[in-house]
């Protein structure tokens, strides 16, 4: 479904990376991308974390989610071992985009939870889907995965679309008073592994 289409050198102040793009098969370029410490071309068990964007927690370094703790986590695994892949999804706000997202978060300050206020908008829960990040892992020629996530949906999406996942690996960050409401709903009402 899509292929590399460049390839760059990324140092960081995590370690050396690399930063690779992709088009689909006709040509588009995507938005998302992949990040890789080492060789991980036919490699087997390759640490591995599919995250999905997150303006708010990533960049600019919001507690109301574990987002950028998530991030940090795995950049440091995969600059650790020396080698790894995280596959960067532009999937913000589990695929309702930044302007809704903060929308859901204004229905939140006033007393909704992350589900609910995605259902009062008119969203399901949960709108992301991991056949992009499935064939992106593919065109990066891994062999398979060992997937850093808490979200046992990630996994099974992963696997619907071709990946082996030789086993998932918790990320679990320490809960803070900013997020843990959120932390809280997602184990009880989204199915993480928390
Ligand atoms: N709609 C919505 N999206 C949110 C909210 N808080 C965080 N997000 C988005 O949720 C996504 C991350 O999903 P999470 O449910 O935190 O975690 P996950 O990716 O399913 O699972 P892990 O692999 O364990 O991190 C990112 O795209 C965030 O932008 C929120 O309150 N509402
Ligand atoms: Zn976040």
């Given at each position: 479904?899509?292929?590399v289409?460049a390839?760059?050198?990324?140092?960081?102040?995590?370690g050396?990376?690399e930063?690779?793009s992709?088009?689909?098969r006709d040509g588009?370029?995507?938005d998302?991308?992949?990040?890789?410490a080492?060789?991980?071309?036919?490699?087997s068990?390759?640490?591995?974390r599919?995250?999905?964007?997150c303006?708010?927690?990533?960049?600019?370094?919001?507690?109301?989610c574990?987002c950028?703790?998530q991030?940090e986590?795995?950049?440091?695994?995969i600059c650790?071992?020396?080698v790894?892949?995280i596959?960067?999804?532009?999937q913000?706000?589990?695929g309702?985009?930044?302007?809704?997202?903060v929308?859901?978060?204004?229905?939140?300050?006033?007393?909704?939870?992350t589900l609910?206020?995605?259902?009062h908008l008119?969203?399901?829960g949960?709108l992301r889907?991991?056949?992009?990040?499935?064939?992106?892992?593919?065109a990066?020629?891994?062999?398979?995965?060992v997937?850093?996530t808490?979200?046992?949906?990630?996994?099974e999406?992963l696997?619907?679309n071709?990946?082996?996942?030789?086993?998932?690996e918790?990320i679990?960050?320490?809960?803070?008073e900013?997020?843990?409401?959120?932390?809280?709903?997602?184990k009880?009402?989204?199915g993480?592994?928390?």
């Amino acid at each position: 479904m899509v292929r590399v289409y460049a390839r760059a050198k990324l140092p960081s102040r995590h370690g050396d990376l690399e930063i690779v793009s992709f088009t689909t098969r006709d040509g588009q370029r995507i938005d998302d991308i992949a990040i890789i410490a080492g060789d991980i071309t036919g490699k087997s068990a390759v640490p591995t974390r599919v995250h999905s964007e997150c303006l708010t927690g990533d960049v600019f370094g919001s507690l109301r989610c574990d987002c950028r703790d998530q991030l940090e986590l795995a950049i440091d695994r995969i600059c650790s071992e020396g080698v790894g892949l995280i596959v960067y999804m532009r999937q913000e706000g589990r695929g309702i985009g930044i302007a809704e997202k903060v929308r859901a978060y204004e229905l939140q300050d006033s007393g909704l939870d992350t589900l609910e206020a995605n259902v009062h908008l008119g969203f399901d829960g949960d709108l992301r889907s991991y056949e992009v990040a499935a064939s992106m892992i593919q065109a990066l020629e891994v062999d398979s995965v060992v997937l850093f996530t808490n979200n046992p949906e990630k996994v099974e999406g992963l696997q619907a679309n071709g990946v082996e996942v030789e086993r998932r690996e918790a990320i679990i960050s320490e809960s803070r008073e900013e997020n843990v409401h959120y932390l809280m709903t997602k184990k009880a009402k989204m199915g993480h592994i928390l």
